[in-house]
């Protein structure tokens, strides 16, 4: 590019400078700005230079003037805000390792050179492991495709043996279903979709999906789908685990009634029943991940009915004493 045509982008310039080489700890003068330019083959006097930094004031910056010389207060996020997501990404399981050295350097970007230092760092969490699927993200743009444009989407779907190779569920077979919704669950991807062959809501993880491609044909079940429905789906399924669907009631521990709210949300009625314990009623999948969460309360929380649901956690810790050796 000419040196000439290089001044029209003079302001431009002048303003990627000042957000990634300057903050309150860091003023630059006019020298270094002047010099800096001129690396990237723009001239600049000191008289235009005040002028280029009043008119990015005028477009919105937030130039601050010192005795030591010009900085840039923040950027479109603050320090804070970038450390969180940082510290999302370092968490998030569903990330595999590589992605996410990738999305930090590019979150680095978006802070000074100086606050970028304070952004590389590492955020343990117990009994993390990141996925080994790096197509994930692609995964999810193909489904958000597809809700977008009201199609049902066509895949395969996999788990993992002892040596680590994918192994296709029903040999391979395609899956054809309508998706509605991703959610969260467990630091896992999920889809919930609707298999219209087996009329009913599905989950699916979706680090273990491939080759998603849009079908032609429109989505089906969308009376299943609104956002209250999506909620209660959430609020009963047990880290996405498939069994049927039963209205149990609780005993629970005082000391318990947050753990409730934050499971079964502030709607859950919580009725007294005999000194420090109450009773609630909630709708979940019965799953051995139920019986699980029921029993990680050590007596805390019984499930006193339905029966045959309370003789099945009987038969489940019966099963695990068994494999006590």
């Known amino acids: 590019m000419a040196r000439s045509e290089k001044q029209k982008l003079k302001l431009l310039y002048l303003r990627d400078y000042l957000l990634r080489y300057s903050d309150q700890e860091h003023p630059v003068t006019t020298k270094q700005i002047i010099a800096r330019l001129a690396e990237n083959g723009i001239s600049a006097e000191r008289k235009s230079v005040y002028s280029d930094l009043e008119a990015l004031r005028e477009y919105g910056m937030d130039i601050v003037q010192d005795g030591a010389g010009y900085y840039c207060v923040g950027g479109d996020f603050e320090l804070p805000e970038l450390k969180l997501l940082v510290d999302s990404v370092q968490a998030s399981k569903f990330i595999t390792e590589k ?67 994918k192994v296709f569920r029903h040999d391979g077979a395609v899956y054809e ?27 699916y993880r979706v680090d273990k999906m491939s080759g998603i491609t849009a079908a032609q ?20 399924v047990f880290r996405m685990f498939s069994g049927r669907e039963r209205t ?38 019965v799953s051995p991940q139920f019986f699980g969460w029921v029993s990680s309360f050590a007596g805390d929380v019984a499930i006193t009915a339905p029966q045959d649901v309370a003789d099945e956690l009987r038969a489940h810790v019966e099963k695990l004493l068994k494999s006590c050796k």
């Open 177 to 203: 279903v309508s998706p509605y919704a991703l959610t969260w669950d467990d630091e896992n991807y999920y889809l919930v979709a609707y298999d219209s062959t087996a009329e009913k809501v599905k989950h």
């Open 217 to 236: 044909e429109a989505r089906e079940g969308a009376e299943d789908f609104g956002p209250q429905e999506m909620a209660a789906y959430s609020g009963k």
């Open 248 to 285: 149990v009631r609780l005993r629970v521990a005082d000391a318990l009634a947050g753990v409730i709210i934050d499971r079964f949300g502030k709607e859950a009625m919580l009725v007294p029943d005999g000194e420090g314990f109450f009773a609630v009623q909630a709708d979940v999948v």
């Open 99 to 165: 992605k996410t050295q990738a999305l930090i350097s590019k979150i680095e970007g978006l802070a000074s050179v100086y606050q970028a230092g304070l952004l590389n760092r590492q955020v343990y969490v117990r009994n993390r492991v990141k996925s080994m699927n790096e197509s994930i993200y692609y995964n999810v743009d193909e489904i958000y495709s597809a809700i977008a444009k009201n199609r049902k989407i066509c895949f395969k779907y996999f788990e993992y043996n002892t040596a680590k190779e």
